[in-house]
């Protein structure tokens, strides 16, 4: 089963390098790459709603920042994984974050391109999973609600790992590529792990995505239902890829605004009340 709305009005994305960019492999780098984007150090406090920080996560003998924020009251809460974009950890992405802490989620982002710009799949799946890892050892954090988010490269990156990682019950692809793959540092295209998806997934996407065309995402909609995977998909019309981030920010626009809260709305579905069956409903 699928949704499938059409919404108006366009933005400006942000670049577009993603056409070349998760397909063209770079070697490891021992230090972090320079020309990637990353934020200063969280100050602690994003809001009198929410506690912020900025963590280490060690993954494969590497060291990763991972911008981190949580909903100020106690308690335990839902948590998500977020994967910016091939772009970097832009400012836009640290809002993103704040936002779905004064939410009520608690979310961490590991900046997956620490050490080489375009990684294997292989060290950004271990990178995520010891995200996991790190969310499951807080006390804040309900172990069983975790979700997948990624936007670019990162929804890419939530296509390929959300039917692979089992802790996660659920999950969010912001203008991904679903046939990207066959080559030796990323040998799986996303499509071809249908089968195994087992939780549900909301698609977001513009039907001026120029870097991954529209046309791919309803093809890869087809083979989901076909598969009788739950999902849900929401495109909108007019709209470039990286439609959220603007010059490195948040978008103010409509429509970015109605899309953050379809995918709040899909993890407090999700998460909150308990994974969706996957069937028709």
């Known amino acids: ?113 620490t050490y080489s710009r375009s990684p294997p799949d292989s060290e950004v799946e271990a990178l995520v999973r010891n995200s996991v890892s790190y969310l499951e050892g807080r006390d804040d954090v309900d172990p069983e609600n975790l979700g997948l988010t990624g936007f670019c490269a990162g929804g890419r990156y939530t296509m390929l790992f959300l039917p692979r990682i089992e802790e996660f019950k659920s999950g969010v692809a912001w203008y991904g590529f679903p046939y990207t793959g066959g080559s030796e540092t990323q040998p799986d295209q996303p499509a071809s792990l249908i089968d195994q998806l087992d939780v549900p997934m909301l698609i977001i996407h513009g039907t001026r995505d120029q870097a991954s065309n529209i046309s791919d995402i309803y093809r890869y909609a087809g083979e989901l239902d076909t598969a009788d995977k739950y999902f849900e998909l929401k495109v909108y019309q007019g709209e470039p890829h990286g439609f959220m981030i603007e010059d490195g920010e948040l978008s103010e626009s409509f429509v970015a605004q109605d899309a953050y809260e379809e995918m709040t709305d899909f993890f407090n579905r999700t998460l909150n009340s308990g994974t969706m069956e996957n069937s028709s409903q």
């Open 1 to 113: 089963m699928f949704l499938l709305v059409a919404c108006l009005l366009g933005v400006s994305g942000c670049t577009d390098s993603e056409d070349s960019g998760p397909d063209v492999p770079e070697p490891d780098s021992p230090e972090p790459d320079p020309d990637v984007p990353t934020v200063p150090k969280a100050s602690g406090s994003a809001s009198t709603d929410t506690r912020n920080e900025t963590v280490n996560i060690t993954s494969e003998g590497q060291t990763y920042l991972a911008y981190t924020a949580v909903p100020a009251a106690e308690g335990k809460y839902p948590a998500v994984v977020l994967i910016h974009s091939f772009n970097g950890f832009e400012p836009g992405y640290q809002e993103i974050v704040d936002r779905m802490a004064a939410d009520g989620f608690v979310v961490v982002a590991p900046q997956w391109q």
